[in-house]
């Protein structure tokens, strides 16, 4: 009797804390929430890759065909940036942000927890068209006519349109919060230029999100409007231009590949005076620079299309702007530098990621900037050496930058260490591994080696890069299971974490690790820069946030009420999914789409009403 | 309360008095982010349009199916929707909460008219051959058009649940600032409608 009721007990426990889970809008559980997500999603990113690589290792393999090569290549990419690097850099904003402005939570709870809801369903949406054999095969870019109904007439395309929708409409919701959370509640005292740089960055991030995407969400109805309802808007033959398509992607796609940057920036302008033991070199430089670029970066898109045939006097503007974007880029490099050098360097993971982002980033800044000059793009264009240029400033950079910020952050999001000697041996695999596989695609990009070939002929010159690149793949797969076991082996018994294990000199880290569910016992009062460090070291007195913060007492924390959980925002995002998927069911013929279509309305709009109605204090 | 410390005193303070940065509040400056990018939104159609302005081969064209005199009609009935939104605020300030909720009514009954006549305009188009797939004029028309009559629904919905709320007493003076938002909003798709009348409709086509 008694072992049945502790089942029972146990079962009871069990689910309540999964439905602790799903109703979360602690900004804390949501963090993590995205970031298991998006790292259980680069898996499957990092699996397709090896598959890229098997495929090319020798001339004229047969491991994948060409149409299957398509859809491998354009799920590496779609599930890189969209489900991988963008909800990477969410996770960090989430819990990371209230804590660095000395907030309790972000501004809309639940609207947080609906991004992350429909952030899940869109990805399971896009990556359940493999299921299917149906993957998008159209390039993560999507060009028109080729993902029009005559030439794309399977389901790739309609699910590659809703899924990218949906996660769309969960990036709005969070860039709407961040904006509002990093203007509106920043604790006493701390001005826009006391604010951390990783603060900065999301702020910038957050307009850039939100001005960026409804070019994308646009040309996205305008593609589904021509394959479902029989409009015109990519149909040559009525007078339709397919450079429109190629416009509208690229003005919100320029600015996208900010959104996946700036937020790594803003990590390595933690990372980097922490283990220097000084101040960042230059903060309003790093911090103008970073404002800079996001205003820049619209104006920078059509040189991604040099080659379509603008014209001259288009092709030198887009020229001039972007290389004008890439001084404020080089501003930050130098700031960095100037923050490492003269300093006290403690050499540890984060600050070898944070110094190998240095290194790589600029490298792929370098081969960016020479995209810059219109006749150089000419030969570059649709070669590896663009290949190689994307994946310098996305993998040496974005990722990098977030594996520095994953073991700077780990010990405050789960209150323990990562292994720092495991860690050092994954930074140097990595480092040589990448630049294996990546670096000499710069040789075989000049040599003429075409992007999105799912095969070469023997004799072209290109058969010993690319062996080795395959080499390299594979010993970077293997370093990011190595990661992955430090993960776990961390989460399991990593060493204890204190609040301040590296010494730092921002407000999170003026909190226990992992933080309490409130944040700060009481709300701190900023004085300057690098609060946190002004408080430990500064000659002002204790004030009471400080005493409290680490070691509350209860009565304090009596009075602090939080916003209660809620499973509207699940609900809503479930209905907004079935729409979406009801409307690939409409592109796949079957009778009960238009049903599902409408259970996902009436399922959205009771999810709406019940959110706005509920008692949210 | 004199019992509490300082630290006591701070901590039951700061969440009752909810204070923001910028001292506005985080409903308002979401709808104004949220209207910047629904700029954006609207500033892709529009610009689709302008790419694809008079090319009308395969169906009627522009010049010989408006009816200027009618479309500005129903402008007109949309604008003055704004000023019944004002008149609703005023009221709901100054404490009149019945005349908030009946300005607010004549608010979304302009925007039903609105939405009328744009359903009995598109109607009389779709008879003179004017479809989604007739022409690229056709499919621009009515996508941006009808994006931004989805809009003007969803306000009319909106301001309908208030009229709803203030009358269960949920909306006092004191609270006034939840239909403040929603009149931002309203505003701005009434400035949409104007972009969207001058850039369609008012501007000449080439014969």
Known sequence: MAQATATQQGAQYRRSVIWEWLTTVDHKKIGILYMFTSLFFFLIGGLLALLIRTQL?????TVLGPSTYNEVFTMHGTIMIFLVVMPLNSAFFNFLIPLQIGARD?????????????FLFGALLILSSFLFGAAPN???FGYANLTTLPYSPGLNVDFWIFGLQVMGVASIASALNFFVTIINMRAPGMRLMRMPVFTWMTLVTSVLLLLAFPSLTVGLVELMF??????LFFEPTAGASVVLWQHLFWIFGHPEVYILILPPFGMISEILPTFSRKPLFGYPFVVYSGVSIGFLSFGVWAHHMFAVGLGPVPNSVFATTTMLIAIPTGVKIFNWLGTLWGGSIVINTPLLFAAGFIGMFTIGGISGVMHASVPVDYWQTDSYFV?????????GGSIMAIFGGMYYWFPKFFGRMLDDKMGQIHFWITLIAFNMTFFPMHFLGIDGMPRRIYTY?????????????????????ASVLFFAYNIIKSLRSGEIAPADPWDARTLEWSIPSPPPVYNFAVVPTVTSRDAYWEQKYGSAEPTDAEKENLNPSPTTVRGIHLPPPSYYPLVAAGGLVAMAAGMVMHGGGLAISWFVVAAGVLVLTFGLFGWSFEPNH | M???????????HSDEAHATSTGISHNKIMMWAFLASDCMFFGSFIMTFMVYRGKAAGGPRPQDIW?????????????????????????LQRGNERAFRIWLVATAALGLMFLGGQFYEFTTFYHDGLTLHSSLFGSTFFVLTGFHGTHVAIGVIWLLSLAWLSKKGKIPPSRSEMPEIAALYWHFVDIVWIIIFAVVYLIPYKS
């Open chain 1, 457 to 477: 002929q023997a004799g072209m010159g290109w058969d010993f890069w690319n062996f080795e690149e395959t080499i390299g793949a594979f010993i970077l797969g």
């Open chain 2, 2 to 12: 004199s019992g509490l410390s300082q630290a006591q005193q701070i901590a039951h």
């Open chain 1, 226 to 231: 021509d394959r479902y309802f029989g409009t």
């Open chain 1, 387 to 395: 290949v190689a240029h994307f994946h310098y400033v996305l993998f």
């Open chain 1, 138 to 140: 159209a390039g993560w």
């Open chain 1, 106 to 118: 972000v501004a809309f709870p639940r609207l947080n927890a609906f991004s992350y809801w429909a």
């Open chain 2, 67 to 91: 009816d200027i005199p009618y479309t500005s009609v129903s402008a007109a009935v949309l604008l003055l929707s704004s000023l019944a939104i004002v008149l609703a605020l005023t009221y």
């Open chain 1, 57 to 61: 290792a020798v001339p004229n393999n």
